[in-house]
């Protein structure tokens, strides 16, 4: 099974400030890689698909990079609403999926 | 606009099985670019897949719960159901369907979930 180890899990951070977080898999997954936010109390929301397309609709502060086993996700400037739970997710070996264990995103 | 809901008890007894029903609305079960999904959140943790199944009745577990699983599609209804035996404590979690893409794959519409506890 794919493992996805995602850092950190949790960070506090100034309005207007960079945000990144990591996904890391435990075998190579090309771009086989989304990213969703959540905030509390709601489903889950698609902002990036394979890896660095923008789902439409989504701010452009929000972006996504990375290959093989090594991704990352990054709030240019980070605004209040923002505040959430970030999570990545994997579909190399489709439609069975894993997902990392989430980043909490806090205001300082 | 394609819509998810979930349904079914919201509590159930140890031992006993888990039944929930995602009723799809705004667009149909069976598009062969699709699977529908279940992932579930336990409180205050993180996500879990477990399982899909796409129109035809093919079926795809989380192996960690793949004993215990069961996923089935009722295209004439337009839903397809989830199946957990044997539940325990730790089954307890919010419930989500949701729709995966089979070239665009990702999940891009979620039901709202619904809370699922298991308790006496």
């Known amino acids: 099974d794919i493992q996805m180890t995602q850092s950190p899990s949790s960070l506090s951070a100034s309005v207007g400030d960079r945000v990144t977080i990591t996904c890391q898999a435990s075998?190579?997954?090309?771009?086989?890689l989304n990213w969703y936010q959540q905030k509390p109390g709601k489903a889950p929301k698609l902002l990036i698909y394979?890896?660095?397309n923008l789902e439409t609709g989504v701010p452009s502060r929000f972006s996504g990079s990375g290959s093989g086993t090594d991704f990352t996700f990054t709030i240019s400037s980070l605004q209040p609403e923002d505040i959430a739970t970030y999570y990545c997710q994997q579909y190399d070996n489709l439609p069975a999926l894993t997902f990392g264990g989430g980043t909490k995103v806090e205001i300082k | 606009q394609l819509q998810l809901q979930e349904s079914g008890p919201g509590l159930v007894k140890p031992s006993e099985t888990l039944s929930l029903t995602c009723t799809v609305s705004?667009?149909?079960?069976?598009?062969?670019?699709?699977?529908w999904g279940w992932i579930r959140q336990p409180p205050g943790k993180g996500l879990e897949w477990i399982g899909s199944?796409?129109?035809?009745?093919?079926?795809y577990y989380n192996p960690s719960l793949k004993s215990r699983v069961t996923i089935s599609v009722d295209t004439s209804k337009n839903q397809f159901s989830l199946k957990l035996s044997s539940v325990t404590a730790a089954d307890t979690a919010v419930y989500y369907c949701?729709?995966?893409?089979?070239?665009?794959?990702?999940?891009?519409?979620w039901g709202q979930g619904t809370l699922v506890t298991v308790s006496s």
């Open positions: 394979d890896a660095s």
């Open positions: 949701a729709r995966l893409g089979t070239i665009g794959v990702h999940l891009d519409y």
């Open positions: 199944i796409y129109y035809s009745g093919s079926t």
């Open positions: 075998q190579d997954i090309s771009n086989y």
């Open positions: 705004g667009g149909s079960i069976s598009s062969s670019s699709y699977y």
